[in-house]
Antibody
Framework: EIQLVQSGAEMKKPGESLKISCKAS????????VGWVRQRPGKGLEWMGF????????RYNPSFRGQVTLSADYSTNTAYLQWNTLQASDTGVYYC??????????WGQGTPVTVSS | DIVMTQSPDSLAVSLGEWATINCKSN????????????LAWYRQKPGQPPEVLIYWASVRESGVPDRFSGSGSGTDFTLTINNLQAEDVAVYYC?????????FGQGTRLEIK
């Protein structure tokens, strides 16, 4: 059974940095894309980007390019989403997802991020 | 970017009845080389992450009841839920995965009347 376990809720101030994680199990980590989806409070779903852990090929939604960094560590089957400078508009729930290259087959439980002064 | 528009934004249906949710894309998500529609449907129950129900526009994910069906091609798609159950209360999203960035509809909230 594929499982994606994400790190816990975060509360940060504007300008701070943050790295959240998604630990995968139940499949060969290097065989599927791992991505991230943002859901702002009361809003819909936005795909942020994908990383392929085998070769670290990374695809970003242009709306998020330069704002976040995706990374992965295949020694620990863990994917990461990182911000260098958080803004209040980054508040939301962030889901990691697994994809064979098409639809999102599995979702993590979500990591709530609150950015407020 | 391909824009996905769902209708209605919300609907209330009685238990045992059927619900129909529409999804329209501003350009075709049918890939002519394989004749597949790159369209998925997700359900997000309150307080939970989304989960896939349908992919390739009409293929049910393993474990999804056959009360759920997807149809359509090109730019117009429909998710139909028959014999509505209380557990179907959720927000439903369509998604195109033909082009990057992959995009979602705004969501349709389904409630029990």
């Amino acid at each position: 059974e594929i499982q994606l376990v994400q790190s816990g809720a975060e509360m940060k101030k504007p300008g701070e940095s943050l790295k959240i994680s998604c630990k995968a199990s139940g499949y060969l980590f290097t065989s599927k894309w791992v991505g991230w989806v943002r859901q702002r409070p009361g809003k819909g779903l936005e795909w942020m980007g994908f990383i392929y852990p085998r070769d670290f090929d990374t695809r970003y939604n242009p709306s998020f390019r330069g704002q976040v960094t995706l990374s992965a560590d295949y020694s620990t089957n863990t994917a990461y989403l990182q911000w260098n400078t958080l803004q209040a508009s980054d508040t939301g729930v962030y889901y990691c997802v697994v994809s064979g290259g098409h639809w999102f087959e599995h979702w993590g439980q979500g990591t709530p991020v609150t950015v407020s002064s | 970017d391909i824009v996905m528009t769902q209708s209605p934004d919300s609907l209330a249906v009685s238990l045992g009845e059927w619900a129909t949710i529409n999804c329209k894309s501003n350009q075709s998500v049918l890939y002519s080389s394989n004749n597949l529609n790159y369209l998925a449907w997700y359900r997000q129950k309150p307080g939970q992450p989304p989960e896939v129900l349908i992919y390739w526009a009409s293929v049910r994910e393993s474990g999804v009841p056959d009360r759920f069906s997807g149809s359509g091609s090109g730019t117009d798609f429909t998710l139909t839920i028959n014999n509505l159950q209380a557990e179907d209360v959720a927000v439903y999203y369509c998604q195109q995965y033909l082009t990057t960035p992959q995009t979602f509809g705004q969501g349709t909230r389904l409630e029990i009347k």
